[in-house]
């Protein structure tokens, strides 16, 4: 008993140092009610972590065909244009902490997209191509950056590895690991309260924008509208907290931001021509 006295005691001084520093390991902040778990990986090792997993993505085409940024220049612009935005909304816990790099995995069949611990961003041709509109791919992306800003990533990896599993990995002690975490990072599932706070955070980084705040929605609506006749990688590794389109567009209505006007400056047609057809 006296030992479980002690573990809880470390586990709240813990606690308590990372409310007070930004390089501590997480924070306890609220949004949409949701409390951030601990998180007892070091926020610095995200960045090593993220680091070594991107350049394991790099060595590995056959899983993972990443588009050459010089070949498609344009779409890596379009990108940018709308990751950058999300970044400058003035809303990111970790914009000068993470390395926030995005690159373009040609499979127009996987609706998908993932983050890196540290803030390396993969977005598929298929999900841009499935869209309908910029306001709804920015929507997903800031989900996407909300799992890495959040530290949704390096929880999820630690229940599944350990802290010091992870540790090692980052020391370059255990490349075995290291290649099954970048081989399943696209498949790496969230709790449904890592996904309910995602929704919130991508709704709070596009009220700093001029894109629509609740866009996320369009991409739920689309799939439900679609019958659900097949599930979308997307979905199957981010599961559905419930009532998901009505509490983004709470979530909106709560902030009162914009969810009618499209951005004036959206090339989103002009994006899905610049990718391999």
Known sequence: MRNLFILIGLLFISNACT???SSSSSSNSTVGGIINDLNLFPVQKDQELGLQVSEQIASDPKSYPVLDEVK???AYAHLHRITNKILNSGQLEHKNDFAWKVKIIQDD???NAFCTPGGYIYV???II???DSEDALAGVMGHEI???DKRHSTESMTREYGVQTLLAVVAGQNQSVLIGIAKNLSDL???RTHETEADAYSVRYLTGTN???NGAASFFEKIQASGGASTPEFLSTHPDPGNRVQNINSQAATKGCNTTKPAADAQYNDFKKSLPQ
Request: with cysteine; net charge positive; hydrophobic share 25%.
């Open 19 to 21: 409310t007070s520093s």
């Open 189 to 191: 599932k969230y709790s």
């Open 109 to 111: 069949k996987t609706l």
């Open 211 to 213: 894109y629509r705040c």
């Open 146 to 148: 909300a799992h890495a």
């Open 72 to 74: 498609y220049a344009a």
């Open 129 to 131: 191509k499935y869209l």
């Open 124 to 126: 598929y041709t298929g």
